[in-house]
């Protein structure tokens, strides 16, 4: 499978190169593409090891409870015939979750051993991690991947030049050339067909078949419910498929745990999104008052929509039709399924800090006898920031426009396939911008 190169490269070099490197924790859903950035990486260093702890087991010997980790590594390059040599070698630990004590062993490399370029990941990781609460606190660096990005996913057919071109004209607050614009809603529509698992980046770019990468995603989602067995033995795995369904059919929705299942209690609908949040195949957005930061001090829990892993996956679970996305009119391609509001919760997802476990939120007027709500709220240079999924210029912006004075916004966005442009409403500027800028408007 080709290796097309993913945002985390850049960071990867930076911790490869950085003189007080910390051993690094990859954290991500399976299949993200964790275990082939690192080999990518590998190709950087005079020498490789890569070890499988789920794989080979016998190797859990190495990692005993009063471990001298040099030693391992001795242990280790004699059994592989792979030498350990600071500065030379990249030791890579996947599948680490297998094996408590060699996430344990993680904090001794950086104590005993910090010259050792040193990488872990694994499947299922934060179950381990959550029995281990403070493992390492201080001398570790976790490092959160997720799926392709819209511009990774360009980025992988070669268009560069779009991404920085459409990047700039965001910065500008420039519209784009029709045609420009046109090619841009044109792979969107692609993307959200086919998503951003790296195995289906692949087929699409080597099969150009919506069909083979239908197949890819089914092959993904049947893997995801053989893991369902590992989570917990007192959860149901057929729950936990039904659980997971339920979000999808849900995106864009408070979740409602009566329409996930009437015939289970509400705590076993909550273990099972606490146990798919875990396994990063959902995330949760939460509901914040947003009167000031950081947004999570106001959250509250009663109010939770659900992102799914990757929309090309949820498209897939649902069996939607590909022409309801490839023949819309902007407007219906935009409403259609709520997918546009998780698409952009998913690029806010992916352009955050690679380095911090990003946290969601929207907001939603509680009180009674009165609605609104706020899709995505960000924060922009200390400022809280409303985003809005909208259809076109005849969508409702009441709701944005009340938020923005209210909590002294710098501005608000209205996303949709429109092309870039801006207007001020009472004394309020209002980005517009296409749902496929996003991303860039966030770092600007």
């Known amino acids: 499978m080709a290796y097309y190169r993913r945002n985390i490269d850049h960071q990867l070099e930076i911790w490869r190169n950085a003189s007080d490197h910390k051993p690094l924790l990859i954290r991500g859903a399976r299949q993200v593409g964790k275990s082939t950035a690192v080999r990518q990486l590998g190709k950087s260093f005079k020498h490789y090891l890569e070890i499988n702890l789920e794989k080979q087991p016998d190797l859990h010997q190495f990692f005993p409870d009063n471990i001298n980790v040099k030693q391992t590594c001795q242990l280790l390059s004699v059994s592989t015939g792979i030498p350990v040599v600071p500065g030379e070698t990249l030791l890579f630990i ?38 281990l609460p403070s493992f390492a606190v201080g001398r570790i660096r976790s490092f959160y991947l997720y799926p392709f990005s819209f511009d990774e996913f360009l980025s992988a057919q070669g268009l560069n030049a779009l991404i920085e071109f459409k990047s700039q004209a965001v910065k500008e607050c420039k519209p784009l050339p029709e045609p420009i614009h046109n090619q841009l809603k044109d792979q969107l529509r692609t993307f959200y067909l086919v998503g951003g698992m790296p195995e289906t980046v692949n087929t699409w770019i080597s099969k150009q078949n919506f069909l083979a990468c239908s197949r890819v995603h089914n092959d993904i989602l049947d893997t995801y419910q053989q893991d ?217």
């Open 94 to 131: 996947d599948e680490i979750q297998s094996c408590q004590n060699a996430i344990r062993a993680l904090r001794y490399f950086r104590e005993d051993y910090p010259e050792l370029h040193v990488i872990a990941a694994g499947s299922l990781l934060e179950f381990a991690l959550e029995e």
């Open 228 to 444: 369902f067995f590992k989570y917990k033995k007192r959860v149901s795995p057929d729950l936990l498929r039904q659980v997971l369904r339920s979000v999808a059919l849900q995106a864009g929705k408070k979740f409602v745990f009566a329409e996930a299942s009437r015939d289970v209690p509400a705590a076993s609908v909550k273990e099972c999104l606490r146990l798919l949040t875990l396994a990063g195949l959902i995330t949760p957005v939460k509901h914040t008052a947003a009167n000031g930061l950081p947004l999570g001090a106001e959250e509250n829990e009663k109010y939770v929509k659900y992102l799914f892993l990757d929309l090309g996956l949820m498209q897939t679970m649902l069996s939607l039709p590909a022409n309801d996305i490839l023949l819309a009119s902007d407007i219906d391609f935009v409403n259609k399924g709520a997918t546009s509001e998780m698409f952009a919760g998913l690029e806010l997802l992916k352009a955050d800090d690679c380095f911090v476990k990003a946290e969601m939120f929207y907001w939603q007027n509680t009180d009674k006898g009165t609605s609104g709500e706020i899709d995505y709220l960000t924060v922009i240079d200390g400022h809280i920031i409303p985003i809005e999924v909208k259809a076109g210029t005849q969508g409702k912006m009441q709701s944005l426009y009340n938020f923005m004075p209210k909590h002294s916004s710098a501005f608000g966005i209205r996303t949709s396939l429109e092309n870039i442009s801006s207007y001020v409403h009472n004394d309020h500027l209002v980005k517009v911008v296409p749902l496929y800028t996003l991303s860039a408007l966030t770092k600007a």
